[in-house]
């Protein structure tokens, strides 16, 4: 696994199933490299409990009306971020072409380098890992993911590309 080639780049995007080691993975091996994640659960999560009075936020609350203002709040500390010097990782399903894109919008427009790290790994040990999860994804909705999920393409305009299978 070259990851030398990432640790150069301004934005890099580590994308997968959920359950697919994402979170660990990006911790494991981009904590102490001196980037700012950004994490659409986690904004979820607070926005959640700021909305209800400290209410702990749990997967079966999500409501897709909700999400063009997350969308807009990540794309608002990634521009902060980005604008403030700030290398960042950004931790996020991204399991298809368009739903990267805007990632490469954001990097391209504000000049900036962006890298995709795309953790293959298989349905039947994400299903497993989120099962021994105290908040987690309901199987049917890893399934679908995985049905519509895209490897990043050449063509698709990332700077470095890697795809990690069995992580």
């Known amino acids: 696994m070259k990851l030398e080639p990432f640790y150069q780049l301004d934005v890099v995007l580590v994308c997968g199933l959920p359950a697919s080691g994402k979170s660990h993975f990006s911790e ?36 897709n009306s909700d999400e063009g203002l997350v969308k807009h709040v990540e794309r608002r500390i990634l521009e902060h971020l980005l604008h ?14 368009s739903s990267r894109k805007s990632y490469l919008a954001i990097a391209h427009q504000m000049q900036k380098s962006i890298g995709v790290i795309f953790l293959n790994t ?35 305009g990332f700077d470095e590309r890697l795809i990690i299978n069995e992580y």
């Open 28 to 63: 494991r091996f981009f904590h102490r490299d001196n980037r700012k994640r950004v994490n659409r659960k986690e904004i979820r999560r607070n926005l959640h409990q700021m909305f209800e009075f400290g209410e702990q936020w749990k997967e079966e609350y999500f409501d």
């Open 84 to 97: 403030s010097g700030k290398r960042v990782l950004v931790d996020n399903t991204s399991v298809s072409v």
């Open 122 to 156: 298989p349905l039947k040990r994400c299903i497993e890992r989120n099962n021994e999860r105290a908040l987690h994804v309901p199987d049917v909705i890893i399934a679908n993911l995985s049905a519509a999920a895209e490897l990043p393409r050449a063509d698709e």
